[in-house]
């Protein structure tokens, strides 16, 4: 069942998940100065533990790491959850076949690295409206 929450920022918690330690600050250094609670994870098994005892409205997840895929990890969150939530997936690689996967995942976008703040920002502001502010 969605909620629907306010639009303010404090409301959500994003888990970010990249084993690039760069790219997982970077990314935090984005949302939490912004309101947003973040949870950050370096690998698959670690997102899904948190996923586990946290509230999340939105994951952004690289698709490529050591251990579980972002796809893979979507789909443990999603089991594990029983909810749908909104995914954003980052990426060096996006290839047509990777595009395909994500959209096949029901993700809400994928994004190529190296990330850009205006196109990231834009990408989750747009995700949590439409999950939870219609």
């Known amino acids: 069942m969605m909620t629907l ?3 303010d920022k404090a409301d959500y ?3 970010i998940t990249d084993d690039d330690d760069d790219c997982r600050i970077g990314l935090n250094d984005i949302f939490e100065p912004e309101g947003y609670t973040t949870y950050l994870a370096s690998c698959g098994r670690e ?3 948190i996923a586990k005892n946290k509230i999340l409205h ?3 997840l690289d ?3 050591p ?3 972002g796809f893979e990890t979507f789909e443990f969150i999603k089991e594990e ?3 749908q939530i909104p995914c954003i997936f980052v990426s060096a690689d996006t290839s047509k076949d990777l595009k395909f996967e994500a959209i096949e995942a029901n993700a809400y976008t994928l994004i190529s690295k190296p990330i850009k703040k205006e196109i990231i920002k834009y990408a989750v502001e747009q995700s949590l409206e ?4 219609k």
């Open 5 to 7: 929450l306010k639009r």
């Open 13 to 15: 918690r994003i888990l």
């Open 47 to 49: 997102a899904v533990e």
């Open 58 to 60: 939105l994951l952004i």
């Open 63 to 65: 698709v490529h790491m």
């Open 67 to 69: 251990d579980f895929s």
């Open 81 to 83: 959850k029983k909810i």
């Open 130 to 133: 439409k999950y939870y502010w």
